[in-house]
T-cell receptor, first 111, second 111 residues
Framework: TQLLEQSPQFLSIQEGENLTVYCNSSSVFSSLQWYRQEPGEGPVLLVTVVTGGEVKKLKRLTFQFGDARKDSSLHITAAQPGDTGLYLCAGAFGGYNKLIFGAGTRLAVHP | NAGVTQTPKFRVLKTGQSMTLLCAQDMNHEYMYWYRQDPGMGLRLIHYSVGEGTTAKGEVPDGYNVSRLKKQNFLLGLESAAPSQTSVYFC??????????FGDGTRLSIL
């Protein structure tokens, strides 16, 4: 059984602070995706990382895929209230784009 | 741009009742998926389909049945609802090597 452990589960910070969310597994994934989910809506894809060691940047968000493709991190610089939401990592496995999700990190950024 | 549409958005059932959740996508995607999302557990794959007329079990298939008679529709059925099936259900679709697109979910309560 594949597991994807995501930490921390909750994060409450002030505007302007930096934060990092971690996603770890003992399994190797063909790719890893990060989603953001707002209340009452489905997850929306932020980024897909495919190559071990890959780093992608999306404005103030930096995503990294571990060299062994077993772990990933999401770093947010100078967080803003608009970053508030549920962040989910998901690892692709077994073909047909199947995903296994982490439990999510609920982020609250206070003005 | 409708994307992935789920109906109904909310439903309350009594234990033992049956119902069908409908997912429709207008992106001509080959693959479709049903997930459930419970607090602290992320999204878990119930069943998925890789093409019209085909279905396969995911991580938590017990108590659910699915059908994909048309490429654009994927139905999730509960034959005899149980309180443990109270959850938010998400449908998603994708093409080969493309990320999944999610609907906005169906919130189901079983009393």
């Amino acid at each position: 059984t594949q597991l994807l452990e995501q930490s921390p589960q909750f994060l409450s910070i002030q505007e302007g602070e930096n934060l990092t969310v971690y996603c770890n597994s003992s399994s190797v994934f063909s790719s890893l995706q990060w989603y953001r989910q707002e209340p009452g809506e489905g997850p929306v894809l932020l980024v897909t990382v495919v190559t071990g060691g890959e780093v992608k940047k999306l404005k103030r968000l930096t995503f990294q895929f571990g060299d062994a493709r077993k772990d990933s991190s999401l770093h947010i610089t100078a967080a803003q209230p608009g970053d508030t939401g549920l962040y989910l990592c998901a690892g692709a496995f077994g073909g047909y784009n199947k995903l296994i999700f982490g439990a999510g990190t609920r982020l609250a950024v206070h003005p | 741009n409708a994307g992935v549409t789920q109906t109904p958005k909310f439903r309350v059932l009594k234990t033992g009742q049956s119902m069908t959740l409908l997912c429709a996508q207008d992106m001509n995607h080959e693959y479709m998926y049903w997930y459930r999302q419970d607090p602290g557990m992320g999204l878990r794959l119930i069943h998925y389909s890789v093409g019209e007329g085909t279905t396969a079990k995911g991580e938590v298939p017990d108590g659910y049945n699915v059908s994909r008679l048309k490429k654009q529709n994927f139905l999730l059925g509960l034959e005899s609802a149980a309180p443990s099936q109270t959850s938010v259900y998400f449908c998603a679709s994708s093409s080969r090597n493309q990320p999944q697109h999610f609907g906005d979910g169906t919130r189901l309560s079983i009393l």
